[in-house]
């Protein structure tokens, strides 16, 4: 089943529409993982699988707009970084995860681990199926309370 390309007028056009199903797409995955339902490593981790699991979107993500969702994209972008900074932020206070550090920056570790396990796959650096354990490994010692 293919994309009926000739539905948008422009490249823009359909670069916007990819975009804004690419932000979806990720909201629900990250949705499904089950934010504040048991310890928030394992929470994280979750979400960590949920988003190699459509890295894919995530590359295109980082790659059509370097991270930064239009004003068609931001409420459901918000969403995301929401529910992923109300998570750190209940680890900090359980004590699971660093409190020295304002959980926006613990947030911006996982975009940015997460990122560099996807693009590590494309370079042939680490298997797909692999990348998700290596991701977490990483995470953990970067974020978890010292």
Same mark, same amino acid.
């Given at each position: 089943? $293919? /994309?009926?390309?000739?539905?948008?007028?422009?490249?823009?056009?359909?670069? %916007? *529409? &990819? /975009? %804004?199903? !690419?932000?979806?797409?990720? #909201? *629900?995955?990250?949705? @499904?993982?089950?934010? +504040?339902?048991?310890?928030?490593?394992?929470?994280?981790?979750?979400?960590?699988?949920?988003?190699?699991?459509? $890295?894919?979107?995530?590359?295109? &993500?980082?790659? !059509?707009? @370097?991270?930064?969702?239009?004003?068609?994209?931001? !409420?459901? *972008?918000?969403?995301?970084?929401?529910?992923?900074?109300?998570?750190?932020?209940?680890?900090?206070?359980? $004590?699971?995860?660093?409190? /020295?550090?304002? *959980?926006?920056?613990?947030?911006?570790?996982?975009? !940015?681990?997460?990122?560099?396990?996807? #693009?590590?796959? $494309?370079? +042939?650096?680490?298997?797909? #199926?692999?990348?998700?354990?290596?991701?977490?490994? /990483?995470?953990? +010692?970067?974020? %978890?309370?010292?």
């Amino acid at each position: 089943m $293919g /994309t009926d390309w000739r539905r948008f007028p422009d490249r823009e056009h359909l670069r %916007s *529409a &990819l /975009t %804004s199903d !690419s932000w979806a797409v990720l #909201h *629900a995955a990250i949705v @499904e993982a089950a934010p +504040g339902a048991g310890p928030v490593l394992e929470v994280i981790d979750r979400v960590v699988s949920a988003m190699v699991y459509v $890295g894919d979107r995530v590359l295109f &993500l980082f790659a !059509s707009a @370097e991270g930064n969702p239009s004003d068609a994209d931001t !409420s459901v *972008a918000n969403a995301v970084d929401e529910l992923l900074v109300a998570e750190i932020e209940r680890g900090q206070r359980a $004590g699971e995860l660093d409190a /020295t550090v304002p *959980a926006q920056w613990i947030q911006r570790m996982v975009w !940015s681990i997460v990122y560099t396990g996807l #693009h590590a796959t $494309g370079d +042939g650096l680490v298997a797909r #199926h692999g990348v998700d354990d290596l991701i977490r490994w /990483t995470l953990r +010692g970067a974020i %978890s309370a010292r």
